[in-house]
């Protein structure tokens, strides 16, 4: 494994955790840019939060690696609309506390977010070429 890897991987896990800690622990925030056609969503953001927070962990588990990057890629994805959301809301209405300064590179970089899953949990190598496989 390469250190490049092993430098990403344990970045990308820092973040997740941080970001699923703050899920669990102050959810305010990520309740005010929740879309409105998601059900139920305090229990969805601790979901959330849970997910991230088990994600950056699987992330260093040999046997869960991979699922943990497929599964936090997906994760990019579907909480998309959420930052497109907020983004909106700040053009908008300047409500959220951040600028664009913020929310064009936050949109511009979810594909990045969504490489960096898959390249931490060796679905994918560098930078887009499917894993190989070893005998």
Known sequence: MTPTRQILRALLAAAYLL????????PAPFLSITPAWVPYPAQIILLTGLCEVAGAIA?????????AGVLLAAYAVCVYPANVKHALDYIEHGTGGLTLWYHIPRLAFQ????WWALFAGAVIDWPFKPRSLRR
């Open 19 to 26: 970001a699923g800690l703050l899920h669990i622990l102050k």
């Open 59 to 67: 992330l260093f588990i040999p046997r869960l690696r991979w699922w």
């Open 111 to 114: 594909p990045v977010i969504v």
